[in-house]
């Protein structure tokens, strides 16, 4: 990457209008942050010329390299480069607050169905289903990380560590995580001319 | 909801926060530290959580909404409140340190990528594990997380349709 987005001289937009754009964007876009691309490029870019195409790509490469949700990062660094802190706090709130909203009534509204009824088995399999998505998340990560094959054989005896520290020897998950992303750090080497930021990119 | 009395709106908002912190690279690790606080100790029923992960992938907006979700099943409309705050807070302070000093950490954050990259991918299986466990899964069910496994993983299908059809399938069992 070769720019990072910078704070800009704030534009003439108001606190509330920032609040708007991005509780329309959180309540319109579907599955994701790369999902939403076209929409956000229509909201902020062409509609509004509140960023460039290039700042809306340099902000998700940077969004997706950060410890925090991407969509989420994301709309606080938009937030950010408009109208500093506040603005970042104001953006990515008003920008979960739709979903958030629809995720608080369903859980309020439904609950846990006893087994061999319809919510009961839907929840069941629903559950299955959520397994075999995190293991497949967990798949496509290591498959799409841009290292050397040395590197990844020592990276999937890392992420074999993890599960068995945990569950076979009852080990803290945050130690593992400490202590396995440090030994990483030292030992995993990327592809000379490859860089991170296409394995992190891809996944969502 | 859960035994909310062990679990307090600070311990939801802590717990989140700290969650954030493992989110590099768009891993989930959320779901990981989750399982490892509430699922696997017994104060969160496996069902619900991946009953408010499920609901989370059918809503606009940001994915990371079904912590809203969480925080409700440990305590209540404020521990929503505090799951919602507990991505918020870190998420904004991330973001407003991104864009002020990325350059600087680039070759840093770049590296820990790396790494990071299969640090979280044992977290997710780790949580993989410990959700499945006191499912009493039986044997054609593996069926079902080999496929949605590989749907994921090889096939790219967003996470979305894997559930929907998780629960088409659901529906249809209980049918026959």
């Given at each position: 990457m070769s720019s990072t987005p910078e704070p800009s001289s704030p534009p003439p937009l108001g606190l509330a209008s920032l609040a708007w754009i991005f509780f329309k964007l959180g309540a319109l876009a579907f599955g994701g942050m790369w999902a939403a691309m076209d929409r956000i490029e229509k909201e902020l870019v062409i509609k509004r010329g509140l960023i460039t195409k290039e700042q809306q790509v340099a902000m998700?490469?940077?969004?997706?390299?950060?410890?925090?949700?991407?969509?989420?990062?994301?709309?606080?660094?938009?937030?950010?480069?408009?109208?500093?802190?506040?603005?970042?706090?104001?953006?990515?709130?008003?920008?979960?607050?739709?979903?958030?909203?629809?995720?608080?009534?369903?859980?309020?509204?439904?609950?846990?169905?006893?087994?061999?009824?319809?919510?009961?088995?839907?929840?069941?399999?629903?559950?299955?289903?959520?397994?075999?998505?995190?293991?497949?998340?967990?798949?496509?990560?290591?498959?799409?990380?841009?290292?050397?094959?040395?590197?990844?054989?020592?990276?999937?005896?890392?992420?074999?560590?993890?599960?068995?520290?945990?569950?076979?020897?009852?080990?803290?998950?945050?130690?593992?995580?400490?202590?396995?992303?440090?030994?990483?750090?030292?030992?995993?080497?990327?592809?000379?001319?490859?860089?991170?930021?296409?394995?992190?990119?891809?996944?969502? | 909801?859960?035994?909310?009395?062990?679990?307090?709106?600070?311990?939801?908002?802590?717990?989140?926060?700290?969650?954030?912190?493992?989110?590099?690279?768009?891993?989930?690790?959320?779901?990981?530290?989750?399982?490892?606080?509430?699922?696997?100790?017994?104060?969160?029923?496996?069902?619900?959580?991946?009953?408010?992960?499920?609901?989370?992938?059918?809503?606009?907006g940001p994915k990371v909404s079904f912590v809203t979700g969480i925080g409700y099943y440990m305590a209540g409309i404020p521990g929503a409140i505090a799951a919602l705050l507990g991505i918020v807070i870190p998420t904004s302070v991330g973001a407003s340190i991104a864009s002020h000093w990325y350059l600087k950490f680039q070759r840093v954050i770049n590296h820990m990528t790396l790494s990071a990259t299969f640090v979280i991918a044992g977290m997710m299986t780790t949580a993989a594990y410990g959700l499945a466990r006191p499912m009493e899964i039986v044997w054609g069910e593996y069926a079902i997380i080999v496929a949605a496994a590989i749907a994921f993983a090889w096939k790219g299908l967003d996470a979305m349709y894997i559930i929907g059809g998780s629960a088409a399938l659901g529906a249809l069992i209980w049918l026959i």
């Open positions: 998700m490469m940077t969004a997706a390299l950060i410890p925090a949700p991407k969509f989420l990062a994301f709309g606080g660094m938009v937030g950010y480069s408009l109208r500093g802190y506040i603005g970042s706090c104001i953006a990515l709130t008003t920008l979960i607050l739709p979903g958030a909203s629809v995720v608080l009534v369903a859980v309020m509204v439904s609950r846990l169905g006893e087994p061999g009824t319809l919510l009961g088995t839907v929840q069941h399999t629903v559950g299955l289903g959520i397994v075999g998505l995190l293991i497949g998340n967990a798949i496509r990560m290591a498959r799409n990380s841009k290292v050397s094959w040395s590197s990844r054989l020592i990276g999937c005896g890392l992420w074999a560590v993890v599960p068995i520290g945990v569950h076979g020897f009852g080990l803290s998950l945050l130690l593992m995580a400490v202590v396995t992303l440090a030994l990483g750090a030292w030992l995993i080497q990327p592809i000379p001319g490859e860089s991170a930021h296409q394995g992190a990119l891809s996944d969502e | 909801m859960n035994d909310a009395t062990t679990v307090g709106a600070l311990d939801v908002m802590g717990v989140i926060m700290l969650s954030t912190l493992f989110s590099l690279g768009g891993g989930n690790g959320q779901i990981a530290l989750i399982q490892d606080y509430w699922v696997g100790p017994g104060l969160l029923e496996p069902a619900l959580f991946a009953w408010a992960y499920a609901i989370g992938n059918f809503v606009p």
